[in-house]
């Protein structure tokens, strides 16, 4: 009887061990996709995990976000990531509808910004333009305001295609940002994100 006992304790022990290790894995990874850590920082729509840390320091949240989303990061003073997947007002990006991206030069070595679908890939389309950056983005008349078509349908310039996908997601990268940039990131630095229909 006093087997039978002990028998049931350490199968409960176990049970419980298990039971354990199964909850703590699924917060870990529902954690890990949420994309929120505590190194990010809100600039309006946008969301960045340079804050004051760098990778070499941050939290390992923040360090098992970037293994399974970003491996071979760099560092904050060599680049800065930011992504949305809202526009300006808060709204989620709807890639049945159509968006104006509007901004002017970012004050970095080299800037872009990237498509992705809902599972982290760039958007396959007719004219195989994943980004924009620096060098390619059509400017306006006074060579440092751009404005982006993020859309379905095919546009004149700056077409930034988001076709049979159910979810976009903008991604900026800020390569060797100037120290101005790095300190001063506001909404009025980075692009906005306008619904036109």
Do not use: C, H
């Amino acid at each position: 009887m006093a087997l039978n006992q002990k028998i049931k304790k350490i199968g409960l022990a176990v049970a419980l061990i298990i039971l354990a290790i199964v909850l703590g894995s699924a917060v870990g990874v529902y954690n890990i996709k949420s994309g929120k850590s505590n190194s990010q920082r809100i600039i309006g729509n946008w969301q960045t995990i340079d804050k004051d840390k760098d990778l070499n320091s941050a939290d390992l949240l923040t360090i098992a976000q970037v293994a399974v989303y970003g491996p071979y990061a760099l560092t904050k003073k060599e680049v800065i990531y930011l992504s949305t997947n809202t526009d300006s007002d808060g709204n989620e990006l709807d890639p049945k509808s159509d968006y104006i991206i509007s901004g002017k030069k970012l004050d970095a070595k080299y800037w872009s910004i990237t498509a992705y679908d809902e599972n982290g890939f760039l958007i396959k389309n007719p004219i195989n333009k994943y980004s924009y950056n620096l060098e390619d983005v059509k400017y306006e008349a006074d060579s440092t305001s751009y404005q982006i078509n993020l859309s379905g349908s095919a546009q004149k310039e700056n077409w930034l295609p988001v076709n049979n996908v159910k979810k976009a997601t903008l991604i900026i990268r800020l390569y060797l940002p100037s120290e101005k940039l790095r300190d001063n990131l506001t909404v009025e630095t980075l692009p906005s994100i306008k619904k036109i229909k």
